[in-house]
């Protein structure tokens, strides 16, 4: 079993900045992936970011893509997302999620689809406002 837990989240004016972690505990796999996803009221889960636990490969929606980064430190168990030049349309709550191999995910293309991914923490609302 793997344990998520979000924190960093809250309200923020447009063009401001954020930094969310994600800290892990529990069974972990250096081929894990972890991913971030964000969901607006009345709105479909989205893919935001995903990385490679042990590599630091990374990949990202075009949406957030040169305003978001997600790194890790091994060492905390914690993988992080620094959201930057924040808009209106980024506030949702978002969610870490770890899939068991980063590789699987993307030889198939499917490391933007929430439903491939094992254990998710609870979630950590983000509001931008204009």
């Known amino acids: 079993q793997v344990q998520l837990v979000e924190s960093g989240g809250g309200l923020v004016q447009a063009g401001g900045s954020l930094r969310l972690s994600c800290a892990g505990s529990?069974?972990?796999?250096?081929?894990?992936?972890v991913g971030w996803f964000r969901q607006a009221p009345g709105k479909e889960r989205e893919f935001v970011a995903v990385?490679?636990?042990?590599?630091?490969?990374?990949n990202y929606a075009e949406s957030v893509k040169d305003r978001f980064t997600v790194s890790r430190d091994n060492a905390k168990n914690t993988v992080f997302l620094q959201m930057n030049s924040l808009k209106p349309e980024d506030t949702a709550v978002y969610y870490c999620?770890?899939?068991?191999?980063?590789?699987?995910?993307?030889?198939?293309?499917?490391?933007?689809?929430?439903?491939?991914?094992?254990?998710w923490g609870q979630g950590t609302q983000v509001t931008v406002s204009s």
């Open positions: 990385i490679r636990w042990s590599g630091g490969r990374s």
């Open positions: 529990g069974r972990t796999f250096n081929s894990c992936a």
């Open positions: 999620a770890a899939a068991i191999s980063y590789e699987t995910l993307v030889r198939r293309s499917t490391f933007a689809e929430w439903r491939r991914y094992d254990y």
